[in-house]
C-alpha cells in the first residue's frame, strides 16, 4: 500500500467508493434483471457478504501493516539501546555516567514510540471498525431499498392482476 500524505485515509476512502460503487451497480443490475423475486433477494445477500468480507480483508491488511511498524520500530529501539551499553563500557567512569543518561532517554523515547505505535494500532483497528460497519450499513439500506422496490412491484403486480380479473368479470 503506498504512502500518502492524508495520513492513510486514502484506503478507507477506497474501500468506501468501493463498496458505494459495488452497491450501486449491483442495485442497478438487480433492477433490471429479470430474476425472481426469492433470487434477487439470495443474489443480494451474496453480494452483501462479498462485500463484508472485502472490508475484513482491507481492516487485516491495515491492522498488520500497523503491526509491521511497531515491530520495525521496537527492533530500531532496540538496536540504538544495544549500541549505548556497549559504548558505555569502553568509556571512563564519568563517560559511563552520561551514557547511562542516554540510554535512560532512548529507553524513554523506546517506550514512547512503542505507545505511540499502539495508540497508532488501536486507531486503525478502531477506523477499520468503523470503516466495517459503514460498509455494512450501506448494504444495508441497499438491501432495504431493493426489498422496498420488490415489494412495490409485487403490490403493483397484485393491483393490475385483480384489476384485470375485476375486468374480465365485468365483461364475462
Do not use: W
Not at 477506497?14 to 438487480?30: D, K, S
Not at 559511563?96 to 486507531?123: F, I, M, N, P
Amino acid at each position: 500500500m503506498g504512502k500518502s500524505e492524508d495520513g492513510g485515509n486514502s484506503g478507507g476512502l477506497f474501500i468506501a467508493g468501493l463498496l458505494i460503487g459495488g452497491a450501486v451497480g449491483a442495485t442497478v443490475a438487480l433492477l433490471y434483471a429479470p430474476q425472481r423475486g426469492d433470487e434477487t433477494r439470495d443474489l443480494l445477500k451474496q453480494k452483501t457478504n462479498e462485500y463484508t468480507d472485502t472490508v475484513k480483508t482491507k481492516a487485516g491488511d491495515l491492522s498488520e501493516a500497523a503491526k509491521s511498524k511497531a515491530n520495525e520500530f521496537s527492533a530500531k529501539a532496540t538496536d540504538v539501546a544495544g549500541t549505548v551499553k556497549t559504548k558505555t563500557s569502553e568509556m571512563t567512569e564519568t563517560v559511563k555516567a552520561k551514557a547511562q543518561e542516554v540510554s535512560e532517554t532512548v529507553k524513554t523515547r523506546a517506550t514512547d514510540l512503542g505507545t505511540k505505535a499502539s495508540e497508532t494500532l488501536s486507531t486503525v483497528k478502531d477506523s477499520a471498525q468503523s470503516l466495517a460497519d459503514r460498509g455494512r450499513s450501506l448494504v444495508n439500506q441497499q438491501k432495504d431499498r431493493l426489498d422496498d422496490a420488490i415489494d412495490a412491484g409485487k403490490q403493483a403486480a397484485h393491483d393490475k392482476e385483480q384489476e384485470l380479473t375485476a375486468s374480465v368479470e365485468a365483461s364475462g
